[in-house]
């Protein structure tokens, strides 16, 4: 089974600070997401990587950057944290060879205060 | 991208099976049908998929349409466990964004 860890469960972090959220998948998967998630608004896509150090933009970037340095890692980075930055961070990973199927870390839950 | 629709909220009860509605109507020849499943505080879960012809697994079923222009998730036989969002995504490439759209939230009565 492919497994997608997410570093922390649940983090406090203060307007201003710069937040690490940290993905790990153990099955050489090229593609890498990272998604936010709120009430009434589902699934949003930050972004996406291909492969290592690519990076491409999805629907809500704006405050977020990333970083792919090694294939299994896929880091989402909020330089300067903001409260409506506060959410569910999903990262996911897909496999191509079992028609595209997607594999969710089990999320991280961020609240700045 | 080719969307998908499906109804807000269905409600069934337990032991009963349910049918999951989606459609998408501009879906073209090459696009996957999946199916994720979210379960309250985690993140969603593959449930199945398929490309023509209907599919089975020990989750669940899917049929899809001849035309493909539609398909439906068949829990057999619901129980409380099921409780979840029900999201239905179609699939072309690896290189495809992911989007997900607001799923079908489903309810189980005991």
């Known amino acids: 089974d492919v497994k997608v860890t997410q570093s922390s469960r649940y983090l406090v972090k203060r307007t201003g600070e710069k937040v690490f959220l940290e993905c790990v998948q153990d099955?050489?998967?090229?593609?890498m997401f990272w998604y936010r998630q709120d009430p009434g608004l589902g699934l949003r896509l930050i972004y996406f990587?291909?492969?290592?150090?690519?990076?491409e933009k999805g629907d809500i970037p704006e405050g977020y950057s990333v970083s792919r340095e090694k294939k299994e890692r896929f880091s989402l980075i909020l330089e300067s944290a903001s409260t409506n930055q506060t959410s569910m961070y999903l990262c996911?990973?897909?496999?191509?060879?079992?028609?595209?199927?997607?594999?969710f870390g089990e999320g991280s839950w961020l609240t700045v205060v | 991208d080719a969307k998908t629709t499906q109804p807000n909220s269905m409600e069934s009860n337990e032991e009963e099976p349910v049918h999951l509605p989606c459609n998408h109507s501009?879906?073209?020849?090459?696009?996957?049908i999946h199916w994720y499943r979210q379960l309250p505080s985690q993140g969603p879960e593959y449930v199945i998929h398929?490309?023509?012809s209907n599919v089975n697994n020990r989750m669940a079923s899917l049929a899809i349409a001849e035309d493909r222009k539609s398909s439906t998730l068949i829990l057999h036989r619901a129980t409380l466990r099921d409780a979840a969002v029900y999201y239905c995504?179609?699939?072309?490439?690896?290189?495809?964004?992911?989007?997900f759209g607001p799923g079908t939230s489903l309810s189980v009565i005991p």
């Open positions: 990587s291909y492969d290592v150090k690519m990076k």
């Open positions: 099955m050489d998967h090229e593609n």
């Open positions: 996911a990973t897909l496999s191509s060879s079992s028609g595209n199927t997607i594999y």
């Open positions: 398929g490309l023509t």
């Open positions: 501009t879906i073209s020849g090459t696009d996957y």
């Open positions: 995504i179609l699939r072309k490439t690896s290189y495809d964004k992911v989007i």
